[in-house]
C-alpha cells in the first residue's frame, strides 16, 4: 500500500464519513496533491476499496460530485496495514 492510498483510507475512515476528494486534498495537509489525489482515487475505486455516490447538488458547472466512501474492503486493508505496523491488534 502507497502511502497516498493509506492516506486516503485514513481520511475516509476517520468518523466515518463520505467525501468530496477536494476535501481529502485538503484535509491531508499536502501529503495528496490533485492529480496524485485522482489517479489514486479512481485506482481504489477499481479495486473496491472505497465507494463513491452521489448527491443531488451540483456545482457550478452543472455537474454532480461524486462523494467517496471507505467499503468494508478497504476497512480490512487499512487494518491489517496497521496491524503489521504493530499499531493496533486486530
Do not use: W
Amino acid at each position: 500500500m502507497t502511502g497516498v492510498e493509506l492516506a486516503v483510507l485514513c481520511l475516509l475512515a476517520r468518523r466515518n464519513a463520505a467525501r468530496y476528494a477536494s476535501e481529502l486534498i485538503y484535509m491531508s495537509d499536502g501529503i495528496l496533491t490533485r492529480p496524485a489525489a485522482y489517479v489514486t482515487i479512481r485506482r481504489m475505486y477499481s479495486q473496491g476499496l472505497i465507494d463513491k455516490h452521489f448527491v443531488d447538488s451540483t456545482n457550478q458547472f452543472n455537474r454532480k460530485r461524486p462523494l467517496y466512501t471507505i467499503t468494508p474492503k478497504g476497512k480490512l486493508k487499512l487494518l491489517e496495514f496497521l496491524s503489521k505496523l504493530g499499531l493496533i491488534y486486530a
